[in-house]
């Protein structure tokens, strides 16, 4: 029977659809993988760990676990660390270069846990966000929401740089796609 419930939907394609990209990029060359582009976070690798980046902050956020702060000398603020060692929003830092394999290793944990995290509680219970000088209260199915449209959004832009950089043809990443490839009765 095809899934209905909306978060097992999004969940299930934002890990298919990542997964497709990556394996996408596996027989790029090095070059290819992390050219610069106008767009998103700049390169192919960059975006791809930036969704990933995402995924895991918002997974933490979830299973209620703490900010990790990790001080950076070359940085005026500390560096904000995940579960799984990835800092947030440090996708161009060198130290956080990862190969297209590393990045689907990366994903299956981050997924994993993701999944895990969101179907702990009810989407209607509210988590908090904090950052260093505020913190937010959202609902979890509001998060749910808003991580799975952000790798949808982010997904395009690697599209669109998969494109520029010659992969023909393009990996499926719609719900669309994973309804009729996976999904389908």
């Known amino acids: 029977m095809p899934t209905s ?19 996408a990029c596996q027989d790029l060359p090095v070059e290819k993988f992390h050219q610069e582009f106008v767009l998103g976070p700049g390169s192919l690798h960059h975006t791809l760990l930036h969704i990933l980046e995402s995924m895991q902050h918002w997974a933490d956020v979830l299973a209620g676990r ?10 005026p603020y500390p560096r904000m660390v995940g579960s799984f060692g990835i800092v947030y ?21 981050i997924a994993d846990d993701l999944e895990s995290s969101a179907r702990t509680r009810s989407i209607d219970e509210t988590v908090t966000w904090r950052s260093a000088e505020q913190s937010f209260s959202f609902a979890r199915g509001g998060v749910l ?7 949808t959004h982010h997904r395009a832009q690697c599209l669109n740089m ?10 499926s990443s719609s719900v669309h796609e994973w309804m009729m490839t996976v999904d389908h009765p």
């Open 66 to 75: 703490e900010v990790q702060f990790e001080e950076d000398p070359d940085q």
């Open 5 to 23: 419930q909306p978060v097992e939907v999004l969940l299930a394609t934002n890990r298919w659809a990542t997964q497709n990209l990556i394996e």
């Open 145 to 151: 929401t808003h991580v799975t449209t952000h790798g």
């Open 162 to 171: 998969l494109r520029h950089v010659g992969v023909d043809p393009l990996p």
């Open 89 to 109: 929003f440090g996708s161009s830092l060198p130290d956080q270069q990862r190969s297209p394999q590393q990045l689907l290793e990366l994903l299956n944990r």
